[in-house]
Each structure stands twice: as C-alpha cells, then as structure tokens.
C-alpha cells in the first residue's frame, strides 16, 4: 500500500542518519583516545624532565648561564682581536646610556658588606668570595665538553666520578688556597676557656653572662658585701 511505501524511506532515512551519528561518534572517540595518549606521552616527558631537573644541583642554572656567558665573552675576544679591535671598547659602544647609568646607580647602592646576620649568610659570603677568586680553564672545559658530550652535566646517568685527573697546577693551587685559608682562621679570636677554679654563680649560660655584665658596672661597690658574706661577718 501507499503508507507502508511511504514508511520504508523514512524508516531507510532513520536508519542512515543514526549510522552517520554513530560514525561521527567513533571519529570523535578516536579523536579523544589520540589526544589521550598525547597527553599521557606529553605528561610522562615532563614528569621525566622534572626528575632530572630535581636531580641537579640547586644553582646548576646560574652555573651553566655563567659558563655560556663566559664562552660568548671569549669568542667576541677572539673576534675582536681578530678584526683587530679593542673589546673593552667594542663593548662600551654596544651598551646603551640608560643601561650605563642603570649600572653605575647600582653599583653605588651596592654594599659588598653587610655585616654578620646568620650562620647560613655567612657561609653563602665565603662561597661567593673563594668562588671569584677561580679562574676557569675555558680551553679545558670545551676540550671536556667536546669529549663528553652531554655526559659532562651531571644527570642521575653521568659516570664521570673518577675520570678526571687533577693537574698539578690545579693541585697547587688548591693547596696555596688552604693554606691561606689556614693561616687567616688562626688569626680569628678564640673562645676563652673554661676556668676550673672560677666560682659558680650562675645557672646556666645566659645567667653566668649577665652576672659578668652585672660584675662589671657594680663589681667595685658590692665586693666589700660580697667578702663580708664569705667570712660570714655579714651584719
């Protein structure tokens, strides 16, 4: 009949479209499981370059953009007396006047002493101080990085411990620099020992260093009360 030839396109039509909704929802899964693992490749690189980076030490960083900085300085030398220029000068033309003037007000603000305000800022002073005074063998290091590779930073992987042989320059140096070293801390004051037959009165540190402050200012007044109470003639 005309009604049921009527319901067999449109039930055809159904049919079709939900075939094309389903494939568009398998094209769209398909998408999304790609993106997934990705994501999943994306996140397991960082989780492994983080692993790495937790690994080096603290001022690797600084470290390695000082040692960068310092091989772009030898090379613009190298150019510079290539060319025949003064690099001292190349690079004073090269700094902008705001940037000159920027410096100079920090290096006037600048306190190299600050005096002592703990322990850990003390030793960071002398870090820094013994660290200035090296001066690095650039020839060497490209020699150890051209040899090396990317094993020469240090990485959970690297197997330099024990590879390298000091120089006896180096050797030298290091033991000229202890002995210095040496030599300056015998020269710091020393704590005054402990004195046996000295009287205890006090309780613990705190109060044996007031007691001492307290003998100072009043010591010339109170030491006739002081002898009169050991022999006990005291009134």
């Avoid at 568009?24 to 999304?32: D, G």
């Avoid at 960082?46 to 390695?64: F, G, I």
């Amino acid at each position: 009949s005309g009604s049921e030839d009527e319901a067999r396109p449109s039930t055809a039509a159904a049919a079709a479209a939900a075939a094309q909704k389903r494939e568009e929802r398998l094209r769209k899964f398909r998408e999304l499981h790609l993106k997934r693992n990705e994501a999943r490749k994306l996140n397991h690189q960082e989780v492994v370059e983080e692993d790495k980076r937790l690994k080096l030490p603290a001022n690797w960083e600084a470290k390695k953009a000082r040692l960068e900085w310092e091989l772009k300085v030898e090379e613009k030398k190298k150019e510079c007396a290539a060319r025949g220029e003064d690099y001292e000068r190349v690079k004073l033309l090269e700094i902008s006047a705001e940037d000159a003037e920027r410096w100079e007000r920090r290096k006037k603000r600048k306190n190299p002493d600050l005096g002592f305000s703990d322990y850990a800022a003390a030793q960071l002073r002398k870090y820094q101080r013994l660290t200035r005074q090296i001066k690095p063998d650039l020839e060497q290091y490209e020699k150890l990085k051209k040899q090396y590779g990317e094993a020469l930073y240090p990485t959970s992987d690297s197997l330099l411990h024990g590879t390298h042989v000091p120089s006896k320059e180096g050797v030298d140096r290091m033991v000229a620099d202890l002995e210095k070293q040496i030599e300056k801390r015998e020269k710091y004051s020393r704590r005054r020992p402990y004195n046996d037959d000295a009287d205890i009165d006090y309780i613990n540190e705190r109060n044996a260093k007031f007691n001492k402050k307290a003998e100072r200012f009043y010591g010339k007044y109170t030491a006739e009360i002081k002898q009169n109470l050991e022999r006990g003639t005291a009134v």
